[in-house]
């Protein structure tokens, strides 16, 4: 009954295929106006968000126009078992009913392009807070996460320059969201370099930002860019490699407060 409920459907185009997935898995409606690939993504897969660079664009802390979707959703046992916690939630009585009669279950449908464009997912167990927005019909998340992800995952988030560049512009008008969400949900290291950012290169000065101070601790391996070749100019305050090429006194790097002395001009 079901298939050919489909395929009456499809034979009065009421309703197409969409390309991008597996056949009979998705399709687009007649008559809707056509969406977004933020707006088909979420549809598609119930349990992702938009983050990263596509975050900050849809928030507008980047003037950066993306040619790739940032999506995050959770590793496959989680999805799994939120979809099972779904799937009983919206049938109830009619689960067995619904297995029984073998019509289609939520499954997670691995797509790479979606209306064009080039998705980059990534499969995360902490997604961290979120908003559903109605219109566009969208999943994002919330700024203060954005910007824990932006010192966490810089490279998914226009690069490390990027990164100082939004802090710079949008940290103090964010900070109690940055504060917050750091505070429940940043590693050390990431504590040590969204304070970096804060104090050294926005001029921020706060309590809390001092308590992450703690965290500092020598290591050649603790860079303000986690992708960056490790540079000699340092933090002392926040013991961390200065390694942005902006923030370095001069191409050879430096000693001591370097990363500080330079942080709120930039270039």
Known sequence: ??????????????????KEFKPGAVFQLFGRPKPSAMEVACAVDPFACVTHLSAMEFHGLTDR???????????DKEWREQAQERMTR????????????RLPMLRYL?????EGV?????RRSSRG?????????????????????????????????????????????????????????????????AGYLLEAVCRIQHPRIDGWKDFAQRGGSRMLDPQGEYAPTFSEV?????????????????EGQAGEDMGGEGI
């Not at 080039?118 to 990534?122: G, H, K, Q, T, W």
Request: net charge positive; charged share 25%.
């Open 90 to 101: 919206d049938l109830g009585q009619h689960l067995a009913v619904h297995r029984a009669a």
């Open 238 to 254: 926040w013991k961390l490699s200065i390694n942005v090429p902006s923030l370095l006194t001069n191409g050879r790097g430096g």
């Open 65 to 75: 126009f993306s040619k790739i979707l940032y999506l995050t959703t959770p590793p």
């Open 118 to 122: 080039r998705v980059e997912l990534m």
């Open 129 to 193: 807070a979120f908003k559903a927005i109605k219109s566009p019909s969208i999943r994002v998340a919330m700024v203060g996460r954005v910007f824990l992800d932006m010192v966490r995952e810089p490279d998914n988030c226009g690069g490390m320059q990027h990164v100082v560049d939004a802090y710079r512009e949008y940290g103090s008008q964010y900070l109690s969201l940055i504060l917050d969400e750091i505070d429940r949900h940043g590693k050390p290291i990431e504590k040590v370099r």
């Open 110 to 114: 691995g797509f790479e392009r979606v």
């Open 1 to 18: 009954m079901y298939k050919a409920i489909v395929d009456r459907l499809s034979s009065f185009h009421l309703i197409s295929p969409a």
